[in-house]
C-alpha cells in the first residue's frame, strides 16, 4: 500500500510529460514561421523580379520597343510564364489618366499628348503573379481553395 502512494507522489519525469504535451504547440509555431518565412522571401523575389525589369525602362532609351520586352524579361527574372506578368503603361495630364482601356494602352502611351499648359507624366508598371504553396496547405488567411496563396510583386516607374 505504501508504494502506490509513494509512487503518486514522486515527481520525477514531469517535466518529460509537461514537454510531450506542448511538443506540438511549439512544432506548429515553428512550421508556422517557416511558412511565414518562405512566403515573405518568395514575395520579395517577385518585387525585386518587377524593379530589375523597370531598371531597363530607367536606364535604357524610353522607347515603345522597350516596353514591348519588359513583360518577358519580368517573367525571366521571375522564373513564371508570360501570362503571370502584366506590364501597364499610360500617360497622365494633370495627374489624370489618359488611357481609356487596356486595348488602346499602347497607342494612347506613344501617340496622346496633354493639351498647352498641362503637365505632362508617363509611367510604367510591372504586376508580377506567382503561386506559393506552404508546407501546410491552410483554408484561411487568404488561402486560396487548394491552400496556396496568390503572390504578387510589383514596381513602377514615371518614365517623363
Do not use: H
Not at 2 to 16: K, N, Q, T, V
Not at 56 to 83: C, D, H, I, P, Y
Not at 135 to 156: N, Q, V
Amino acid at each position: 500500500m505504501r508504494r502506490p502512494i509513494a509512487l503518486f507522489r514522486d515527481e520525477r519525469g514531469s517535466s518529460l510529460i509537461e514537454m510531450a504535451l506542448m511538443l506540438p504547440v511549439l512544432a506548429t509555431l515553428l512550421i508556422g514561421m517557416v511558412d511565414l518565412s518562405r512566403g515573405y522571401s518568395a514575395k520579395l523575389f517577385l518585387e525585386q523580379a518587377a524593379q530589375r525589369s523597370i531598371e531597363r525602362a530607367m536606364n535604357g532609351k524610353k522607347e515603345t520597343e522597350l516596353f514591348e520586352t519588359l513583360k518577358a524579361e519580368a517573367a525571366a527574372a521571375a522564373e513564371v510564364s508570360e501570362s503571370a506578368v502584366t506590364v501597364r503603361y499610360w500617360l497622365e495630364c494633370d495627374g489624370v489618366s489618359q488611357n481609356t482601356s487596356p486595348a488602346t494602352m499602347k497607342a494612347d502611351y506613344e501617340n496622346s499628348v496633354c493639351n498647352d499648359g498641362e503637365s505632362q507624366a508617363r509611367y510604367v508598371n510591372v504586376r508580377i503573379q506567382k503561386v506559393f504553396t506552404p508546407i501546410f496547405s491552410t483554408r484561411f488567411a487568404g488561402a486560396r481553395l487548394d491552400g496556396t496563396y496568390l503572390l504578387d510583386g510589383e514596381a513602377g516607374i514615371r518614365v517623363q
